[in-house]
């Protein structure tokens, strides 16, 4: 909990300084971050702005989504635990602003985190509606029922594709273009389970029923049909394992070399 304030402080007091060097942002990171009194109220009302529209007013989701919040703390937890996963592992991130604001990675998994808790509150069409809209926003799509870990850095979003019953664990990397889709039509699970450490790079299709082991690396391009055993490296269409893995958690060093 420490390390959670100390982020939200941090985020405060970098949005102050970010505000004063550009003027024309100024109210911006006012809105968003330094007029409000903590995290969840400063996400909330991040994501309402984002989201709404003349139908569903931002006023309204905002409140709603505090209300989530509140009642969900772990929401909050993972989604600080989320922008640290990009400070540490995206050179491009140089403060803790930039994911909050400006990544359409970070925003699209908050959107689902919340859009998942109104899935298991019988409120099935306000989730989609969210999906929706962050698929149009994003250029993603993450289903409400997907489970999500926390710790996740999805670089970009582009192209993303995170079916009804795919389950990703804590600490896992997923870049622009992957996707952990279905095979065939069948009820029940369908998609994917990704352990804790992975990194599944750009392009890679994970299909099916399968899992992707702990620490494991899964290279660009790949398509995955099979499940992929622990510490290991797979590549290729079909994916086959490459190497083994001395780097126990890919998803963090974010090296995208197969020939280990």
């Given at each position: 909990?420490?390390?959670?304030?100390?982020?939200?402080?941090?985020?405060?007091?970098?949005?102050?300084?970010?505000?004063q060097?550009e003027?024309?942002?100024?109210?911006?990171?006012?809105?968003h971050?330094i007029n409000?009194?903590?995290?969840a109220?400063?996400?909330?009302?991040?994501?309402?702005?984002?989201?709404?529209?003349?139908?569903?007013?931002s006023s309204?989701?905002?409140?709603?989504?505090?209300?989530?919040?509140?009642?969900?703390?772990?929401i909050?937890?993972?989604?600080l635990?989320?922008?640290e996963?990009?400070?540490q592992?995206?050179?491009?991130c140089d403060?803790?602003?930039?994911?909050?604001l400006?990544?359409k990675?970070?925003?699209?998994?908050q959107?689902?985190r919340?859009?998942?808790?109104?899935?298991?509150?019988?409120?099935?069409?306000?989730?989609?509606?969210?999906?929706?809209?962050?698929?149009?926003l994003?250029?993603?799509?993450?289903?409400?029922?997907?489970?999500?870990?926390?710790?996740l850095?999805v670089?970009?979003a582009?192209?993303?594709?995170?079916?009804?019953?795919?389950k990703?664990?804590?600490?896992?990397s997923?870049?622009h273009?992957v996707?952990?889709?279905g095979?065939?039509?069948?009820?029940?699970?369908?998609?994917?389970?990704?352990?804790?450490?992975?990194m599944?790079?750009?392009?890679?299709?994970?299909?099916?029923s399968i899992s992707?082991?702990?620490g494991?690396?899964?290279?660009?391009?790949s398509?995955?049909?099979?499940?992929?055993p622990?510490?290991?490296?797979?590549?290729?269409?079909?994916?086959?394992?490459?190497?083994?893995?001395?780097?126990?958690?890919?998803?963090?060093?974010?090296?995208?070399?197969i020939?280990?």
């Open positions: 909990m420490n390390n959670s304030l100390s982020i939200w402080k941090k985020l405060h007091y970098q949005a102050f300084e970010l505000a060097a003027p024309m942002l100024f109210r911006h990171y006012h809105q971050i409000h009194e903590n995290f109220s400063a996400l909330a009302c991040h994501l309402a702005v984002q989201l709404g529209n003349e139908s569903v007013s309204t989701l905002e409140s709603l989504f505090l209300s989530i919040l509140t009642k969900h703390s772990d909050i937890e993972s989604a635990q989320d922008m996963a990009y400070y592992r995206d050179p491009a403060n803790y602003c930039r994911p909050f400006f990544f990675g970070f925003l699209a998994i959107a689902q919340l859009a998942h808790a109104l899935w298991h509150s019988d409120r099935r069409s306000l989730a989609r509606y969210i999906q929706h809209k962050v698929s149009l994003c250029c993603c799509d993450i289903h409400p029922a997907a489970q999500l870990g926390s710790g850095m670089d970009h582009t192209g993303l594709v995170i079916g009804e019953t795919a990703v664990g804590n600490n896992v997923l870049l273009g996707t952990l889709g095979s065939g039509n069948n009820v029940g699970k369908r998609h994917p389970t990704i352990g804790d450490d992975v599944i790079s750009a392009g890679a299709k994970v299909l099916g992707v082991g702990k494991s690396k899964v290279g660009a391009g398509v995955v049909l099979n499940t992929v622990a510490h290991v490296t797979v590549a290729g269409v079909p994916a086959k394992i490459v190497g083994r893995l001395s780097d126990k958690t890919p998803s963090l060093s974010m090296d995208q070399d020939s280990y």
